[in-house]
């Protein structure tokens, strides 16, 4: 399964922009990048997901570089509720042929300064 | 209400005993999932059911099982529980056609 790479961990200033990156250089051409969080205490959050075009959606912005094989998931605002651990995600195989898999990696935790 | 719910939400159990963890969800969805995070390592799939009828292993299903008694119900048994199993433990739900995965708030259990 093809595998991706992230920071242990940033720091972001109270609603300043925060640009979450990751790394996929094995992604296949049928996977979709998808972006959750878990803050403290609670189950993951779904965030964000796409394929090949840039998605913006009430929560964050997805950009996916053109060679897919980056993506960077950004809040436009960070917020003290936005301190989460911020997972990158591949889907893996193919929906209708159930083999569908999530792998989550140890994200990156993002820290918001007041 | 909580569309995905999981009982109990604590548990610390001895060595060699049995124990069910069950999730709940009133979302109607058709998929769901078992997942346990450790620290440091990240969410790490268990056991996955598309339908009733359709369960598979996911990255670590070596000591666990499952059964999907319905669309709504999805419970996961440590027939013999070790130390090594004390983790956090999710359910979570996914729609037919969608990616998007809704996880439960989750079951600590602590194995003794």
């Known amino acids: 399964d093809a595998k991706t790479t992230q920071p242990n961990s940033m720091e972001s200033n109270e609603e300043e922009p925060v640009h979450l990156p990751c790394n996929h250089s094995?992604?296949?051409?049928?996977?979709?990048i998808h972006w959750y969080r878990q803050l403290p205490s609670q189950g993951p959050e779904y965030v964000i997901h796409?394929?090949?075009s840039n998605v913006n959606n009430r929560m964050a912005s997805l950009a996916i570089a053109e060679d897919r094989k980056s993506s960077t998931l950004i809040l436009h605002r960070a917020t003290l509720r936005d301190a989460a651990v911020y997972y990158c995600?591949?889907?893996?195989?193919?929906?209708?042929?159930?083999?569908?898999?999530?792998?989550f990696g140890k994200g990156t935790k993002l820290s918001v300064i007041p | 209400d909580a569309d995905v719910t999981q009982t109990p939400r604590n548990r610390i159990t001895k060595t060699g005993k049995r124990i069910m963890l069950e999730c709940s969800q009133t979302?109607?969805?058709?998929?769901m999932y078992w997942y346990r995070q450790d620290p440091g390592l990240g969410l790490r799939l268990i056991y996955y059911?598309?339908?009733?009828?359709?369960?598979n292993k996911g990255e670590i299903s070596d000591g666990y099982s499952v059964s999907r008694q319905a669309q709504a119900k999805f419970s996961l048994s440590l027939e013999s529980a070790i130390p090594n199993q004390t983790a956090l433990y999710f359910c979570?739900?996914?729609?037919?056609?969608?990616?998007?995965?809704?996880f439960g708030p989750g079951t600590r259990l602590t194995v003794l």
């Open positions: 979570a739900t996914s729609e037919l056609d969608t990616d998007t995965q809704y």
């Open positions: 094995t992604i296949s051409g049928t996977d979709y």
């Open positions: 796409g394929l090949t």
């Open positions: 995600i591949l889907r893996a195989g193919d929906l209708r042929a159930g083999s569908y898999q999530l792998t």
């Open positions: 979302k109607g969805h058709d998929r």
């Open positions: 059911s598309f339908d009733v009828k359709d369960i």
